[in-house]
Nanobody, 116 residues
């Protein structure tokens, strides 16, 4: 069983930076694909970034490519989302998702609000 907890959200001015963390309890992230998604009010949840723990391959949505970076720690327990040059349109609840062998786990989300 994988339980995910996101943290690091908050209120930031446009152009600012935040670092989100997704920490797992129970099993580690090894052999999982871990991703960040976000959902703004009135909109569908959308993909932001993902990392394959085993290969280290990363992928980004076009809207955040070059501004956000997804990374992992060495313990196997935490994935980060470094967000720079934040824009008001980045305002959303950010969710962590872990997938392995068809099993999908979601965290509860953390709010990111970017003021103009």
């Amino acid at each position: 069983q994988v339980q995910l907890v996101e943290s690091g959200g908050g209120l930031v001015q446009a152009g600012g930076s935040l670092r989100l963390s997704c920490t797992t309890s129970g099993r580690t992230f090894r052999n999982y694909a871990v991703g960040w998604f976000r959902q703004a009010p009135g909109k569908e949840r959308e993909f932001v970034a993902a990392i394959n723990w085993s290969s280290g391959n990363v992928d980004y949505a076009d809207s955040v490519n070059g501004r956000f970076t997804i990374s992992r720690d060495n313990t196997g327990n935490t994935v980060y989302l470094w967000m720079h040059s934040l824009k008001p349109e980045d305002t959303a609840v950010y969710y962590c998702r872990a997938v392995r062998r068809g099993m999908v786990y979601w965290g509860q989300g953390t709010q990111v609000t970017v003021s103009s």
